[in-house]
């Protein structure tokens, strides 16, 4: 069997994951692998993956060829990873134009509240919740659309992820994309992996916050910011 025989009887995650080992580089579950996917991958990646959950169905002793609400469930969650809940592991993140501060400016910005939808990377149940991100800007910050702020936050949730960790990489790409002076940012969340299984309490939430450079040291704009948010 020749070489390209072999290549082309390989699974495409498997591919995937060989680049990302050689690279040295991480693949866990929040983890962004865009850059080691090849054109045309991902839709041969969703059909591994409708595949193998068909399987996962069968050993559930499910009757997806019988049963009319199942026969097309295995492709519909692939899909749903893949392109939908999970989506910010495998593609890049979205082009934000940054603009510089022309007017200088250097008051407290606050966006929010942002809904985001992510799942928990215990039991890949959801998580949804709202972020408030605050800004102190200075004259070398770069100013961002507001709009730009939920597609960041959108690519950063779009994975299995842990909330406390979800918005210390948010956080991290806001200060790399403006640089800005301080950075706050709140998260609340509900977690279906407490509401839908183990407790059933549908009432908890968790709140969890990053604070960064001004808002770090001036306790003054951290109790400004806090009693800005409308919760």
Same mark, same amino acid.
């Given at each position: ?40 991958? #991902?839709?041969?990646? *969703? ?122 990489? *948010?956080?991290? #790409? ?46 003054? *704009? ?5 009693? *800005?948010?409308?919760?």
């Amino acid at each position: 069997m020749s070489p390209a025989e072999i290549d082309e009887g390989t699974p495409v995650s498997v591919k995937i994951r060989e680049r990302v080992k050689a690279a040295r580089k991480r693949f866990n579950a929040n983890d962004n692998i865009a850059d080691f996917i090849q054109p045309g991958e #991902l839709e041969k990646l *969703l059909d591994e993956v409708a595949a193998k959950m068909e399987g996962v169905l069968d050993s559930m002793v499910i009757d997806t060829e019988r049963d009319h609400n199942t026969g097309d469930t295995a492709r519909r969650v692939a899909k749903m990873y893949i392109s939908e809940v999970f989506r910010g592991r495998y593609v890049h993140a979205p082009t934000i134009t940054e603009f510089p501060n022309a007017e200088h400016l250097n008051e407290l910005m606050i966006v929010g509240p942002i809904t985001v939808r992510s799942a928990c990377s215990h039991h890949l149940c959801p998580v949804i919740g709202k972020i408030w991100i605050g800004v102190m800007p200075n004259e070398r910050t770069n100013v961002i659309g507001l709009s730009k702020y939920a597609r960041l936050a959108e690519w950063i949730m779009g994975r299995p992820q842990i909330q406390e960790e979800a918005v210390i990489q *948010l956080a991290d #790409l806001i200060q790399e994309k403006t640089q800005p002076d301080g950075l706050a940012i709140v998260m609340e969340a509900s977690h279906f992996c407490m509401a839908w299984r183990g407790v059933k309490d549908m009432d908890s939430k968790m709140i969890n916050s990053v604070m960064r450079g001004a808002f770090l040291k001036d306790p003054t *704009l951290r109790r400004e910011f806090l009693s *800005l948010i409308p919760r």
